[in-house]
């Protein structure tokens, strides 16, 4: 098994081959796998960034992300200027309903609420914003209402698994509850339980992803 010194190194160093991202002011403290990063950012999308780079490493199972947004003095921007931003930023991505989102602002915090038919859409709302100069997060409250299928949807998710070639997929079961997709099992990597859950989240009925898959690295050695 991988110590935890190991894996602070590792994301550690991850971060300084990152040249997107300035992580002097960011620190990685490392207990039984759980990642931590705290410190500072001069912007969400570098906390975003450290949050993935750090879910790449191998062994690391959870991150919690303390990481505070510091803006540089020119970067900050109103309220007002932020959210007409987002609404420009809708207009111009074609995944985006603009129509069905609502976004309100306060102290460079964007709250998204509204309704779409597809998980990618709500995404696409969020990865729209959260890269606008002088916002510290978002809040993505945006509904997904499922549109009505006769498909297996539980068949459809084990396929997209099974054509993903970073998972084993046998390790992972699918269970569905009205529009609810419950994942158990193992994976290897805290990426691959993202991707995982992604691949769930692609189904057209699905309203709601319960992730209950756990990070083993080392479980599959003897496969």
Same mark, same amino acid.
């Given at each position: 098994?991988?110590?935890?010194?190991?894996?602070?190194?590792?994301?550690?160093?991850?971060?300084?081959?990152?040249? #997107?991202?300035?992580?002097?002011?960011?620190?990685?403290?490392?207990?039984?796998?759980?990642?931590?990063?705290?410190?500072?950012?001069?912007?969400?999308?570098?906390?975003?960034?450290?949050?993935?780079?750090?879910?790449?490493?191998?062994?690391?199972?959870?991150?919690?992300?303390?990481?505070?947004?510091?803006?540089?003095?020119?970067?900050?921007?109103?309220?007002?200027?932020?959210?007409?931003?987002?609404?420009?930023?809708?207009?111009?991505?074609? #995944?985006?309903?603009? %129509?069905?989102?609502?976004?309100?602002?306060?102290?460079?915090?964007?709250?998204?609420?509204? =309704?779409?038919?597809?998980?990618?859409?709500?995404?696409?709302?969020?990865?729209?914003?959260?890269?606008?100069?002088?916002?510290?997060?978002?809040?993505?409250?945006?509904?997904?209402?499922?549109?009505?299928?006769?498909?297996?949807?539980?068949?459809?998710?084990?396929?997209?698994?099974?054509?993903?070639?970073?998972?084993?997929?046998?390790?992972?079961?699918?269970?569905?509850?009205?529009?609810?997709?419950?994942?158990?099992?193992?994976?290897?990597?805290?990426?691959?339980?993202? =991707?995982?859950?992604?691949?769930?989240?692609?189904?057209?009925?699905?309203?709601?992803?319960?992730?209950?898959?756990?990070? %083993?690295?080392?479980?599959?050695?003897?496969?």
């Amino acid at each position: 098994m991988r110590s935890d010194n190991e894996i602070q190194q590792d994301v550690q160093q991850e971060f300084e081959w990152e040249p #997107s991202l300035q992580h002097e002011d960011i620190a990685v403290a490392v207990r039984g796998g759980v990642v931590t990063l705290a410190g500072f950012a001069k912007s969400y999308a570098d906390k975003l960034t450290a949050e993935r780079l750090a879910g790449q490493i191998k062994g690391v199972k959870a991150i919690a992300n303390d990481i505070e947004i510091r803006l540089l003095s020119s970067w900050v921007r109103s309220d007002p200027e932020i959210a007409r931003a987002a609404l420009d930023a809708f207009k111009w991505h074609t #995944s985006v309903p603009d %129509e069905r989102i609502k976004v309100t602002v306060a102290q460079g915090l964007v709250t998204l609420r509204g =309704d779409v038919e597809w998980f990618y859409q709500k995404e696409a709302a969020e990865d729209a914003v959260r890269m606008l100069t002088g916002v510290k997060g978002v809040s993505n409250l945006i509904e997904v209402k499922a549109r009505p299928t006769s498909a297996d949807v539980k068949k459809q998710i084990k396929q997209a698994l099974h054509r993903g070639a970073e998972f084993e997929a046998d390790r992972i079961t699918v269970e569905i509850d009205g529009q609810k997709a419950i994942l158990r099992g193992t994976v290897r990597t805290y990426a691959e339980r993202r =991707d995982a859950e992604r691949a769930a989240w692609n189904a057209p009925s699905v309203s709601d992803v319960d992730n209950r898959l756990t990070v %083993e690295p080392f479980a599959f050695a003897a496969v």
